[in-house]
């Protein structure tokens, strides 16, 4: 069983930056690949990146690609997402979540754990 707690939301205008961090508790942190997803109202959840386990190899959505960066830090336990340049559209609830099972890194099933998210609001 893994816990997760993001924090790091708030608002903030067009063109501002935010960070995103990701704890996570449980098992052994660094056995899990971790993404990132986002839900806006009347809109289904949203890949926007993702990072392997121990290499950390990073993907990332066309639509944050080039603006948002993810890292993670396995002593302590936490994902980083590093989104800049936002524009009023990566308005969103994000949650973070972390991945043991097989399958695509951008696929919102396949991982198996979840946070509670952590809401974004960006203005114009």
């Known amino acids: 069983q893994v816990q997760l707690a993001e924090s790091g939301g708030g608002s903030v205008q067009a063109g501002g930056s935010l960070r995103l961090s990701c704890v996570a508790s449980?098992?052994?942190?660094?056995?899990?690949?971790m993404g990132w997803f986002r839900q806006s109202p009347g809109k289904e959840r949203e890949f926007v990146g993702s990072?392997?386990?121990?290499?950390?190899?990073?993907s990332y959505a066309d639509s944050v690609k080039g603006r948002f960066s993810i890292s993670r830090d396995n002593t302590k336990a936490t994902v980083y997402l590093q989104m800049n340049s936002l524009k009023p559209e990566d308005t969103a609830v994000y949650y973070c979540?972390?991945?043991?099972?097989?399958?695509?890194?951008?696929?919102?099933?396949?991982?198996?754990?979840w946070g509670q998210g952590t809401q974004v609001t960006v203005s114009s």
């Open positions: 449980g098992r052994t942190f660094n056995y899990y690949a």
């Open positions: 990072i392997t386990q121990s290499v950390g190899v990073t």
């Open positions: 979540a972390a991945k043991l099972s097989p399958g695509p890194l951008n696929t919102f099933f396949n991982y198996n754990y």
